[in-house]
């Protein structure tokens, strides 16, 4: 499988998944699963412009994504799938890309958001999308950088 990981992070490409996520787990191309990213051409520049030298990227809608990667499109790459919420990555799975664990990164604070973790902020929606994956089988971690300890995720979300 060419999927090397999968990331909740709600800045998509920045440091951390440029240099630290990218390095560790050696990706070939950083894949960013929204659907209006994927429309919106100045938030796409930004991405391709903290894309490190080296890493392809795509940024396309759920559906798509799903789509490519199912037909083999990637199959010599290393894949770090990217995405700000939990719910792309619900429905990445029931167009059947089989993913065995994501790691839940940054989710920012907002007014609606009750906090997780210091990093990690959610919404009801959040919470029954994790729920859901979960029931998948989906392994849920929170791990900011590959430095980090391994957190499990559920209890966190339950505390």
Partial sequence: ?????????GRLIHGQVANLWTT????SRIMVIDDEVAQND???????????????????PVEKAAQNILAGKYDSQRL???ARKPDRFLRLIEYGVPLSEINVGN???TEETRSITRSINVVDRDIEVFEALN????HLIAQMVPSDAVEEFMPLLRK
Avoid at 24 to 27: M, P, R, S, T
Wanted: charged share 20%; aromatic share 0%.
């Fill in 1 to 9: 499988m060419t999927i090397i990981g999968a990331r909740i992070d």
């Fill in 80 to 82: 770090l799938i990217v």
């Fill in 24 to 27: 560790k787990l050696q990706i």
């Fill in 135 to 138: 029931k998948q089988g989906i």
């Fill in 107 to 109: 989710m920012s604070q």
């Fill in 42 to 60: 100045i938030e796409k520049s930004g991405l391709k412009l903290a894309t490190p030298a080296g890493v392809k990227l795509s940024v396309l």
